[in-house]
């Protein structure tokens, strides 16, 4: 015999009424009422889910936009950096060809520099993401090439300094304010009427004009020649160079001293075989005179 569940409806008027249901149609009731909630949970969860993806998403999409543009910025400015270090290049190029510095071999840069970074193979290629490695091979190209122009221009600045000195140990301005009255080479000599070498300039001024150093160097010879250039200062500049200044009247130098170009070293005289106040100047080169005139930047001379 099956077994029945009855239910009694008692409303608060009328007749009470019955109702049979047998165990079979309880289960199914129960499983029909479970079922829905499931599916309903199920429907549930997977709109709320939906929408957190595509909140998600529509962050990320923002986000990479914002990334993207702000890649593009720093791209802007990486081009601009590297525009102003071919400047510097081109600069320092020009540095060395003007002062005849060593150039370097293209070759030499390129392997200062270094090649370019490749992206991962293993890298999905995504827009943003090669975007991303390429302003990175960038960078570090940039990087590079400033480390290595920073060394070339430490190079020439010490070449420079070398270099420096010694363009402060070359005759380079005239001894004196004046009138040059005979020039280097063969001339007549006022007194034989012979032609011989004229190893010097003559510049004539007043007697008691400051006669002043060339370049820098130390001061050998102080005193007086027989005949000749009569009172005379001498100064070894090193790298080669000597100057001769003769004729003198007195002398503001002492033998040993070092000098600096410009400083006053003696007066314009008569002294020795002259005719009349003037300086003979002289320039040597490894022992050898050269024309002085040669070794005149400036006609700057002494206050």
């Known amino acids: 015999m099956k077994r029945k569940l009855s239910v009694f409806i008692v409303p608060d008027s009328g007749d009470v009424r019955q109702f049979s249901l047998t165990k079979p149609l309880i289960i199914t009731a129960l499983a029909g009422i479970v079922l829905y909630l499931g599916l309903s949970l199920g429907f549930s969860y997977g709109f709320f889910t939906t929408k957190v993806k595509e909140h998600k998403i529509d962050e990320l999409t923002r986000e990479n936009k914002f990334l993207t543009a702000k890649i593009d910025e720093f791209n802007q400015s990486i081009e601009g950096l590297q525009g102003q270090l071919a400047d510097l290049t081109d600069k320092e190029k020009a540095i060395r060809t003007i002062f005849e510095l060593p150039e370097i071999d293209p070759g030499e840069r390129q392997l200062g520099i270094g090649g370019p970074n490749m992206l991962p193979m293993e890298e999905e290629v995504v827009p943003s993401r090669v975007s991303a490695y390429q302003s990175e091979a960038q960078l570090d190209r940039l990087l590079a090439e400033t480390k290595f122009e920073k060394e070339q221009f430490n190079d020439v600045y010490q070449a420079l300094l070398d270099k420096r000195d010694d363009l402060d140990h070359t005759p380079s301005i005239m001894p004196t304010k004046g009138w040059i009255?005979?020039?280097?080479?063969?001339?007549?000599?006022?007194?034989?009427?012979?032609?011989?070498?004229?190893?010097?300039?003559?510049?004539?001024?007043?007697?008691?004009?400051?006669?002043?150093?060339?370049?820098?160097?130390?001061?050998?010879?102080?005193?007086?020649?027989?005949?000749?250039?009569?009172?005379?200062?001498?100064?070894?500049?090193?790298?080669?160079?000597?100057?001769?200044?003769?004729?003198?009247?007195?002398?503001?130098?002492?033998?040993?001293?070092?000098?600096?170009?410009?400083?006053?070293?003696?007066?314009?005289?008569?002294?020795?075989?002259?005719?009349?106040?003037?300086?003979?100047?002289?320039?040597?080169?490894?022992?050898?005179?050269?024309?002085?005139?040669?070794?005149?930047?400036?006609?700057?001379?002494?206050?």
């Open 181 to 303: 009255t005979r020039g280097y080479g063969n001339k007549r000599d006022p007194f034989t009427g012979e032609m011989k070498l004229h190893a010097g300039v003559d510049i004539s001024n007043r007697i008691g004009t400051p006669i002043i150093a060339t370049a820098e160097g130390t001061v050998v010879t102080v005193g007086r020649q027989r005949g000749g250039l009569g009172k005379m200062v001498k100064i070894d500049h090193g790298n080669g160079y000597m100057t001769v200044y003769g004729h003198l009247s007195e002398f503001k130098v002492k033998r040993g001293q070092k000098v600096k170009r410009g400083e006053v070293i003696a007066l314009m005289g008569n002294t020795g075989h002259s005719t009349g106040p003037h300086v003979h100047y002289e320039v040597f080169k490894d022992g050898r005179t050269v024309n002085p005139l040669n070794y005149v930047i400036t006609y700057a001379a002494a206050n």
